[in-house]
Structure formats: structure tokens, C-alpha cells
């Protein structure tokens, strides 16, 4: 069981302006029992009794393993299977068709920024599969998703593409499952290596640089601008548009959208969904 420590109102405020410089999330004001719930074993082991003196720990030189355990502590990696079913019609039936058509003997790459446990890279990889069965000898030299999260433990996780009934029930056909996965024991399940071969993970943040990861056809930003201020979303969805080839697409979350950068971005309604292309 976790520890209890003392969060007092100015704490609060270190901790909170700790996270946004280093990760961007924003901590509401009524978030105390978050911090109280996740940080309790991180602070139990550091023997620190109050939060002012976790923050002074986190500001010392060669404190990058413990900032990068709290940043994993809060960063919330809440995923399922297609979530919300409709992006993935979209690459389907609309995105695919179109970008095999336009980009032939091209690679085509793919984002999926803040991937969690792996869930969103691996649902696009298995659309792709299942597109190509459908439409046999499309000319692309091949598919690339890269896949990114700020938590290293999480994406540990992806990696190994391994996963227990529960998370498997998310969101995953029965279908898709006995497609897909093979069982490995013990109630686990393992993706099977032709649908995991086209991910790539990588730690990044998004507040940094992303110019190494190259140009890509199509982003997928879903769920995770919610946790920013509005001027570091701006921000992150211009170095997006950055390394989105011309003409690529940009899919946001269901309550997720982008105002105030029709100068990059165009809105095309989709009927259900909404995806951005850049121009």
C-alpha cells in the first residue's frame, strides 16, 4: 500500500510546474489525490515525507532516473484496441486507397504519437494487413509505424507485444484475436510477428524535437493534447505539421480538435470523424 504524505497548496504548485516544464501535463488544482496515489512508492522509497522535498530531489544535477520515474508514475497510459472504431474506417476505406494510389514505390510511414502499451501502432498494423489482403499488388515499397511515448516502462511493455485476456478484451474481436495473436501460456497472448515487424518504438517527448523521425504520410495525436495547456498544443501541432509529408493527414482524438492553424491544416469531415491534411 502506498505511503501518505503531506501535499501543502504551494507543494502542489512546484510539483505541478515540475511536470509541465518536463512533460507538458497539466495538474489541475483538484488533481492532489492523483499525485497522492501514484508518487506514494516512489516517495517511500526516496524516505521523503513531503512533496516539496521530492521536487528539490528532481531539480539536483543526475537526477534523470528518478524525474524519469515520476514523469512514468504520472503519465497516464489509458489505451484500448481501435479505439473509437472510426479512424481506423477512415485509414481503411479512405487513406489507404488514396495514399497506395498517389505514393506508388514509396515507403509509407506512419506515427503514432503516445502509443502507451502498444495498443494504437499494432490496431494500424493490423488495418494495413488486412488491407493488403484485400487489395493484393499495391505498389507501396513497404509500411513503417513509428510508435512513441514519454514513458520508457510503458513502451518496454509495447515492445514485447504481449498481452493478458483483459487488455485483450478492449476493443479486439474475437476474429482479430485468433488472427492475430497466438497464445503464449498463462493467459497471455502474443501479436504475431508479421503484424508487429512493420513497429517501431522509440522514447520521445513531445515537447522536444522531431525532426529525426523523418516524414510521414500520416500522425496519429489521439487522446493525449487533452493534458496540455493550449499554447504547448499549438506548438506541438506545428512541429507536427512539420514532418508531415504535403498532402499527409493528421488524426486527432474524438474530443480533441485544432483551431487557429487553418494556415497549415485542413479540416475534411469524414461523417463520423474529422481528420486534418496538411497544406
Known sequence: MN??????????????????QSCGILLAEHKQYLVQSRLGKIMKEQSCDSLSI??????????????????????????????????????????LPELTAERRGQKLRIWSAACSSGQEPYSISMVIDEFKRMNPGTLL????????????????????????MLALGR??????????FVTSGE????????????VRFQNLNLLGPYTSLGQFDIIFCR???????????????RKMRRQLKPGGYLLLGASESLSGLSDIYKMIHCRPGIIYQAV
Not at 188 to 197: C, L
Not at 223 to 237: A, G, P, R, T
Request: glycine fraction near 4%; hydrophobic fraction near 35%; aromatic fraction near 10%.
Open 3 to 20: 505511503q501518505r504524505f503531506r501535499i501543502t497548496a504551494d507543494d502542489f504548485r512546484q510539483f505541478s510546474e515540475f511536470l509541465e
Open 223 to 237: 487522446n493525449v493534447l487533452i493534458y496540455f495547456s493550449s499554447d504547448v498544443k499549438l506548438e506541438i501541432l
Open 187 to 198: 493467459g497471455s497472448w502474443q501479436i504475431r510477428p508479421e503484424i508487429k515487424a512493420r
Open 141 to 164: 515499397s513497404g509500411e513503417e509505424i513509428q510508435a512513441t511515448d514519454i514513458s520508457t516502462s510503458i513502451l518496454q511493455q509495447a515492445q514485447r507485444g504481449e498481452y493478458e
Open 171 to 180: 476493443g479486439l474481436s474475437q476474429e482479430r484475436l485468433k488472427k492475430y
Open 54 to 95: 521530492l521536487v528539490d530531489r528532481l531539480k539536483r544535477p543526475g537526477a534523470n532516473a528518478l524525474k524519469e520515474r515520476v514523469i512514468d508514475a504520472m503519465t497516464t497510459n489509458e489505451t484500448l484496441w481501435f479505439r473509437d472504431i472510426h479512424p481506423y474506417e477512415i485509414l481503411a476505406k479512405r487513406l
